[in-house]
């Protein structure tokens, strides 16, 4: 392998976050019970005419604007000719021969990898193969925005690949113009790959890899198709140039159909839409639309809100997240104390819970109310871990939830003495170990007490007393 060097490009396709389709006023959204979200124009009926989403073309032009890609004044629409049965129209709208903005370049781990383009087409629909040998087709898809971004063959490994594509996806999802999410296919990465002879100076043949929907498989899927070109030039044979599909479960790709050539598709210009202007006021809006992206936040929050590169990175795991963070501690004027209920509490119910943060019920104002709480010693932190857990869950009226549940921390000393007494007798050994030294063992003979107490006992009140009562037995 040290002879060739590996040359990638990619071919990444991005769902645009917009409320209805590329051509036509059906719902663009993932999901739904197959073929509801249809009509004549994303069908393919016979005369439908299509019409331009200008909420597309914005996020196509945020995109292009922060890869640094030149905007065309004017772009144009061509049709794709192919049939395929998740394809009803038979053609593609998409943008060949003049795309949306061309060139551009991300730093990719220090190097810059070049974008060829960005154009805007249609996503097609979905074939969904049933175990009896069926196949049935989902239109909801077919239609729904893609801006797809072609990058020149700049990459050299997996991990300049995956690096890339994690900038991408954070570009996106924080510009809000996709959610990015690789598993429900918004963010699709086709792999170009070849061989670089460095002895004979020579390049090989490309093929294109298809279908890797998750980092690690094209992590997988570029390793194994640069050994598999290795080999066949070892051979003294060639590589043939084709379009391969990868199969996640067999960690193999296979040979799909020969590389079409773009004269295969006969693309010629779109009939029934008129060129696409560029205006000013667009590139004002879009100007106007732009969001912070994630390094700027991360810069913020060390050199504004003081706290370390590693909070800044954890607290901006999402745009809600991040959102969440910032109003808390604004509400609050404590960003640290607000960094660290996020990074301990909310991310650990992210995690726990399953529900992204932008799904939960709790906001800014309910963890505020629950931190001064906690602040004043009006509960305990076990109480605010049940607290902040309930509320992210479900709709809670606080004040309502701690009256009913009785949480209010108890400042009644004679309770605590009781309960304490209780601990002594029930656990005469751990007390007498405690008595002869071992300190250790108080830990254990507090969580008993905390446990009586249900969590709503000040830990230090309790140790106190603790301490005086072994201290007189
Ligand atoms: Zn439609």
Not at 195 to 222: C, P, W
Request: with cysteine; proline share 4%; aromatic share 6%.
């Amino acid at each position: 392998m040290s002879r060739y060097e590996i040359m990638i490009g990619l071919e990444v396709h991005i769902e645009l976050k917009t409320r209805t389709k590329m051509f036509c006023g059906c719902s663009a959204a993932f999901g739904g019970e197959p073929n509801t979200r249809i009509c004549p124009v994303c069908a393919g009926y016979p005369g439908a005419l299509p019409m331009v989403n200008r909420d597309a073309v914005m996020k196509g032009l945020i995109l292009a604007k922060e890869l640094h890609s030149r905007i065309s004044p004017s772009s144009r629409f061509d049709r794709k000719n192919y049939f395929y049965p998740d394809n009803p129209k038979s053609y593609q709208i998409t943008q060949y021969y003049r795309p949306l903005s061309l060139g551009g370049e991300v730093l990719v781990k220090g190097r810059k990898i070049r974008i060829h383009e960005i154009h805007l087409e249609e996503d097609a629909g979905k074939l969904f193969h049933t175990p009896d040998g069926r196949t049935l087709v989902n239109l909801n898809r077919a239609g729904v925005p893609l801006a797809e971004i072609v990058t020149e063959p700049d990459f050299r490994s997996a991990d300049e690949v995956t690096a890339f594509l994690e900038i991408l996806r954070d570009i996106v999802v924080y510009s809000g113009i996709s959610d990015g999410k690789m598993q429900e296919g918004s963010l699709r990465a086709d792999v170009n790959l070849s061989l670089y002879d460095t002895e004979n100076q020579t390049a090989g043949t490309r093929t294109e890899m298809k279908n890797l929907n998750s980092f690690t498989e094209i992590r997988h899927a570029v390793e194994s198709e640069a050994k598999r070109q290795a080999r066949i030039i070892a051979e003294g044979k060639t590589v043939t140039r084709e379009t391969r599909r990868w199969d996640e479960d067999l960690r193999d790709s296979f040979s799909m159909r020969g590389k079409e050539e773009a004269a295969d598709y006969r693309y010629f210009p779109e009939p029934d839409l008129y060129p696409l202007r560029i205006t000013d006021e667009m590139l004002r809006e879009a100007e106007e639309q732009r969001r912070e992206l994630r390094p700027e936040k991360e810069k913020r929050y060390t050199d504004v809100f003081g706290l370390s590169l590693y909070d800044a990175e954890v607290l901006t795991d999402d745009p809600e997240t991040a959102g969440l963070f910032e109003a808390l501690a604004f509400r609050t004027g404590d960003p640290k104390a607000s960094a660290s209920v996020i990074e301990t509490e909310i991310l650990r119910l992210k995690k726990e819970t399953g529900i992204p943060v932008s799904a939960s019920r709790i906001t800014d104002e309910k963890l505020a109310e629950i931190l001064a709480l906690r602040k004043t010693g009006r509960i305990t932190g076990a109480v605010m871990k049940e607290l902040i857990s309930v509320c992210y869950q479900k709709e809670t009226e606080i004040s309502e939830y701690i009256r009913i549940n009785g949480l209010q921390t108890i400042q009644d000393d004679d309770a605590i003495r009781a309960w304490i007494s209780e601990v002594i007798r029930e656990q005469p050994g751990p007390v007498s170990e405690f008595l002869s030294g071992k300190e250790k063992v108080l830990m254990f003979l507090l969580g008993q007490v905390m446990k009586k107490a249900r969590g709503r006992a000040d830990a230090d009140s309790v140790r106190a007393l603790l301490l005086e009562k072994l201290g007189n037995s």
